[in-house]
């Protein structure tokens, strides 16, 4: 196996410590919860596409793709963050419901996905190329696909949708209760 593998050691490109939009966000550096031991890995997810919660990660934009971001938001919320089953539970599914709208109306080949923690707040966004806007759906219009900003809108804190100079964030923020 080794013989192949010749001369790739240094392929990987490197990633940045810290963000300028995690800045940006407020997360001093050296924040307590990022800045101690090493980060051990959590699940096969973040071992297979990166930790969200060090920069973006990008997935490309296919069905399947929600179920990856479904299984790191659970091991970053549960694993690495140690938030309560409900709460994780929720944030799974409204990550679930931003991805699909990525992959569904951006005809964008990848899409980004960042998880920002702060004291009391977590942050999870999804970034993708496309300048369009997603909308909420009034209660009684909603069909099947009309449901996800609404679940956005009830089971978060905040969201928001952010412009970008190519494409948008779309995001939300949940409180949650520091021990």
Do not use: Y
């Not at 992959?103 to 942050?123: C, D, E, N, Q, S």
């Amino acid at each position: 196996m080794m013989g192949g593998m010749a001369g790739l050691e240094g392929m990987e490109q490197p990633r940045p410590r810290r963000d300028p939009a995690a800045a940006r966000w407020g997360i001093p550096e050296g924040d307590e919860d990022t800045a101690s031991a090493p980060r051990k890995p959590v699940s096969a997810a973040l071992d297979l596409v990166g930790d969200p919660t060090l920069g973006e990660v990008r997935l490309p934009s296919r069905p399947q793709s929600a179920g990856i971001a479904r299984r790191l938001t659970a091991a970053v919320l549960l694993k690495q963050w140690s938030l309560t089953p409900q709460l994780t539970e929720h944030a799974v599914l409204l990550v679930s419901e931003l991805v699909g709208n990525a992959v569904r109306h951006t005809g964008a080949r990848t899409f980004g996905l960042r998880m920002l923690r702060r004291r009391g707040w977590i942050r999870i966004e999804v970034r993708d190329p496309s300048r369009g806007l997603p909308c909420l759906m009034p209660v009684q219009e909603m069909d099947i696909s009309g449901r996800g900003l609404f679940l956005v809108d009830k089971l978060s804190d905040r969201w928001g949708v952010d412009l970008l100079p190519r494409g948008k964030t779309t995001w939300f923020e949940m409180r949650i209760a520091d021990r």
